[in-house]
């Protein structure tokens, strides 16, 4: 088992910056392959950034590209998402997510795919003002 807390989201103006964190405990962290999704009121989960288990290979949804930054750190078992210039759209709930297969493999087409995640946290709430 994995247990992945989320914490740092709040309430911020359109064009300010949000840093959201995901502290992972349980399991090796290095073994696993993070992501960031979320969801917004009446809409689907959707993708946000993934990150591969050690080298560090990147990916965006072409929503966030050059506004977001995935990084991670494996010698503290966390997962950051830095938020630059915040859009009203940005609203959701966002969750961050663990993958073992995505750790072995690596590879984008999985890492925007929410059923490649076994491992979830319960979430934090970013809410841009107009």
């Known amino acids: 088992q994995v247990q992945l807390v989320e914490s740092g989201g709040g309430l911020v103006q359109a064009g300010g910056s949000l840093r959201l964190s995901c502290a992972a405990s349980?399991?090796?962290?290095?073994?696993?392959?993070m992501g960031w999704f979320r969801q917004a009121p009446g809409k689907e989960r959707e993708f946000v950034a993934a990150?591969?288990?050690?080298?560090?290979?990147?990916y965006y949804a072409d929503s966030v590209k050059g506004r977001f930054t995935i990084s991670r750190d494996n010698a503290k078992s966390t997962v950051a998402l830095q938020m630059n210039s915040l859009k009203p759209e940005d609203t959701a709930v966002y969750y961050c997510?663990?993958?073992?297969?995505?750790?072995?493999?690596?590879?984008?087409?999985?890492?925007?795919?929410?059923?490649?995640?076994?491992?979830w946290g319960q979430g934090t709430q970013v809410t841009v003002s107009s």
């Open positions: 990150i591969s288990s050690t080298i560090g290979n990147s």
């Open positions: 997510a663990a993958s073992a297969s995505l750790g072995r493999i690596w590879y984008r087409g999985g890492a925007s795919s929410s059923p490649r995640y076994e491992y």
């Open positions: 349980g399991r090796t962290f290095s073994n696993y392959a």
